[in-house]
Every structure is written in structure tokens, then in C-alpha cells.
């Protein structure tokens, strides 16, 4: 038989103290806001974090073709409206702040993300679908007609975001349908496109960035009027 082992001390029984035990429901419901305006807010926050993090992983599938181009450019256009529809709510737009402030709080890296937020469009709209073919008349009286629609709502005043951005989004995705070679100022349409997207939706441009917009899309038209003459 073997003999038992004494323990050297003697072990003392642990007795909770009533005063520890927990006042807390577990089956209760955790609510992370008190109000329905909060919860619709944090809601809405979670799906912009939720766009950031698609719109990566598709901006890397169609770096990988792991996509085909017309279901890239419908998903990637479907995104990024959200995205701006999201934030054109000022509480949520309040809150949310600045994307990198946003990335940086929910620690998200999305490099590929961020790029096309910036720019606001789909890559596919910087390329045409047939290099080599002429430029279709329809195609050439659109984006003719785009240009002259911006210039008529700049000498007419309007300076809002939520004007100007839309008709110039018009303008590049027409003019890129004619052509995809660079012409004079092509450049200066898609600076100020990405000027105008980082924009509040309420903002405006100030008198003088309207009276350098008009000068600067006049130039564009121009030096698309002469690409299209061969010059």
C-alpha cells in the first residue's frame, strides 16, 4: 500500500464573497447605442468599413484578371456610388471624418481602396475597348455635348460638388468611349475630378478655383476638338 502523501500546507476552500457575485444578466442584450439615430449611424459606418474592404479585394482581383472587365467596372461604379451615398449624409459624414483618420482608427491599410476612392471611378474608364476603332459620331456629339453642358453650368455659376462633379464624371467616361489617347489638358479633367471628389458633398468651389476650372475645361475641349481633327 502505498502511503498517502502529505501536503505541506493546508489548503484553504475558496468561499466567493457576496458582494462579488455578478449583477449583470448574461442573457441580456449588449446595446452598443441608445438611440435609433445612433444605431442607424453606426450602422452606416460599418458599411463604408465594409465598401473600403470589398472595394480592396476587387481592385486585387482584377489586378490578378481573376475578373472579367464588365463585372469589374459594374461592381467597382456600384461601390463607390454607396460609398458616396453614405456620406452624403452630414451626421455620418461628420462621424466617419477623414478617410485616412477612418483607416487609421479601425486599422485598415486598403492601399488599392484608397486609390480608387481618391479618383472616384473604375479603371476601366481610363481605357477604351477598341483602340483601333474610328471614333463613332454618336460617341463624339456626347462627350461634345458634356463639355458644353459643364461650361453653360460653370458660366452660370453653379459651383456645388454635387454639380459639377457628376457633369465632369460624364465628361471623362464620354471622352475615354471617343479616344484613349492623351490630348492638351486631358490631365487637368481628371486633377480636378479627383479635386471635386474629395470634396463635402455641400461644398463649393470658391470664386477664384471656379474662374481657373472654366479656364482649364475650356483648354480640355479645346485640345479634344483638335485630336479629333488629327492635328
Known amino acids: 500500500m502505498y502511503s498517502q502523501r502529505q501536503h505541506a500546507y493546508a ?9 462579488l457575485s455578478a449583477n449583470i444578466n448574461l442573457d441580456e442584450e449588449v446595446k452598443l447605442s441608445a438611440t435609433s439615430a445612433e444605431r442607424d449611424l453606426y450602422d452606416s459606418l460599418a ?34 456610388k454607396q460609398y458616396k451615398s453614405s ?3 452630414e451626421s455620418v459624414a461628420a462621424a466617419f471624418g477623414h478617410l485616412e483618420n477612418f483607416k487609421r482608427e479601425w486599422d485598415i491599410e486598403a492601399p488599392r481602396a484608397t486609390e480608387r476612392i481618391r479618383i ?15 471614333a463613332d459620331v454618336t460617341l463624339v456629339v456626347n462627350a461634345t455635348e458634356n463639355f458644353i453642358t459643364l461650361l453653360d453650368a460653370i458660366k ?3 459651383a456645388g ?23 492638351d489638358n486631358k490631365g487637368k479633367i481628371i486633377q480636378w475630378l479627383i479635386t471635386l471628389n474629395q470634396m463635402r458633398i455641400a461644398q463649393k468651389l470658391d ?16 485640345g479634344f476638338k483638335q485630336i479629333l481633327k488629327g492635328d
Do not use: W
Open 87 to 89: 456620406l452624403a449624409d
Open 161 to 183: 460638388k454635387d454639380t459639377l462633379h457628376p457633369l465632369l464624371v460624364d465628361i471623362i467616361q464620354s471622352v475615354n468611349k471617343v479616344t484613349d489617347k492623351d490630348f
Open 11 to 19: 489548503p484553504t476552500p475558496y468561499v466567493p464573497r457576496a458582494n
Open 156 to 158: 452660370m455659376g453653379l
Open 47 to 80: 458599411e463604408i468599413y465594409s465598401i473600403i474592404i470589398t472595394l480592396d479585394a476587387l481592385e486585387k482581383a482584377y489586378l490578378k484578371d481573376s475578373i472579367p472587365e464588365s463585372e469589374y467596372t459594374e461592381t467597382c461604379s456600384r461601390l463607390l
Open 120 to 134: 472616384g471611378l473604375p479603371e476601366t474608364t481610363s481605357r477604351q475597348v477598341d483602340p483601333n476603332a474610328s
Open 207 to 222: 470664386e477664384d478655383q471656379l474662374r481657373e476650372f472654366q479656364f482649364e475645361m475650356d483648354q480640355a475641349y479645346y
